[in-house]
């Protein structure tokens, strides 16, 4: 079993930045990816940005050009680095883990909140 733990989140001012964590714990063994989706009030999830273990990235394309996933396989931890912070970019933003296909694991969720 995997468990996902996000931090980072908090309030900022458009036009700042923020990084979000998220550390792995349990089985992490291969793990394909993982990825980043945020949830705006009264909105369906969205897909922000995904890492394969490969080190493959994506991203939606609101947030290309602002938004770095990364990750750090010594600490188990994926990051999302937002630079760049808009308005619409509120909501919350959760982890997840994926093996072989099938989603194994999500996290709790961190809020970002961008003032304008």
């Known amino acids: 079993q995997v468990r996902l733990v996000e931090s980072g989140g908090g309030l900022v001012q458009a036009g700042g930045s923020l990084r979000l964590s998220c550390l792995s714990f349990?089985?992490?063994?291969?793990?394909?990816?993982m990825g980043w989706y945020r949830q705006a009030p009264e909105k369906q999830r969205e897909l922000v940005a995904t890492?394969?273990?490969?080190?493959?990235?994506n991203y939606v394309d609101s947030v290309k050009g602002r938004f770095t996933i990364s990750r750090d396989n010594a600490k188990n931890t994926v990051y999302l680095q937002m630079n760049s912070l808009k308005p619409e970019d509120t909501a919350v933003y959760s982890c997840?883990?994926?093996?072989?296909?099938?989603?194994?694991?999500w996290g709790q969720g961190t809020q970002v909140t961008v003032s304008s």
């Open positions: 890492i394969t273990s490969g080190g493959s990235t």
């Open positions: 997840n883990a994926v093996r072989q296909g099938v989603v194994i694991s």
């Open positions: 349990g089985n992490i063994f291969s793990i394909s990816s």
